[in-house]
Structure formats: C-alpha cells, structure tokens
C-alpha cells in the first residue's frame, strides 16, 4: 500500500484560495487514481475531486466544479488540490485517496489508502 500525508490546509476568508498537497511514499502513485475527500463536522465523508490513473479523466462534485482543480506530478509523486472563490461550505477536513482499479471513481469504497487529513476553514 502507498502512504498518504496531506497538507496545505487552514483558515481563510471567502473567497481566497488554498492549495493542498499528498505526498506519497512507499510505492509510485503511477498506477494509482487520486482522490480528495472532505468530511464537515456531523457530515459523512464526500467525494470532492478524482484524477484517474492515466491523468486522462477527472470528476469533481458539483459544489466545487469550476472553483477547484486536481493535479498530479508521479514524478514527484505527489497530488494537489488547487481551491479558489472558497465558500464557508467548504470547511471541512480534506483527506487525499489512492486506489486501483475503481468503476466509479468516486465512492469511498473504492479507495484503500488515505491520508491523516487536513483542516479547511472558510470564515465568511
């Protein structure tokens, strides 16, 4: 399995911008779909943005279309999460995903490796 360690999160005022960054160890992201989930406080985990394993096909929920955007570098085999025009609907706890081999790409199940995760804070 690959080792996820997400960062980059914090507080910010609406509509700023944050970058989030999963490094991963113990085995290259190559084969791997990347994934961000979030989590807000009494929520259950979302799915918030997918890069397959290609680099060719990516989801993004709904409510960040269009303000945020997921990246790769396997070279450095790190992930980011690229979020502007922040509301305060985005506070949550961002957690990075890898799995293989997912139909959907975008249910939870389909991921067997996360990070510890990172605090978003939107202040309005």
């Known amino acids: 399995q690959v080792q996820l360690v997400d960062s980059g999160g914090g507080l910010v005022q609406a509509g700023g911008s944050l970058r989030l960054s999963c490094a991963a160890s113990g085995r290259s992201i190559t084969e791997y779909n990347m994934a961000w989930f979030r989590q807000a406080p009494g929520k259950e985990r979302e799915f918030v943005a997918v890069?397959?394993?290609?680099?060719?096909?990516?989801i993004y929920a709904d409510s960040v279309k269009g303000r945020f955007t997921i990246s790769r570098d396997n070279a450095k085999n790190t992930v980011l999460l690229q979020m502007n025009s922040l509301k305060p609907e985005d506070t949550a706890v961002y957690y990075c995903a890898a799995g293989m081999g997912g139909r959907t790409l975008v249910a939870a199940l389909e991921y067997d490796s996360w990070g510890q995760g990172t605090q978003v804070t939107v202040s309005s």
């Open positions: 890069i397959s394993w290609s680099g060719g096909r990516f």
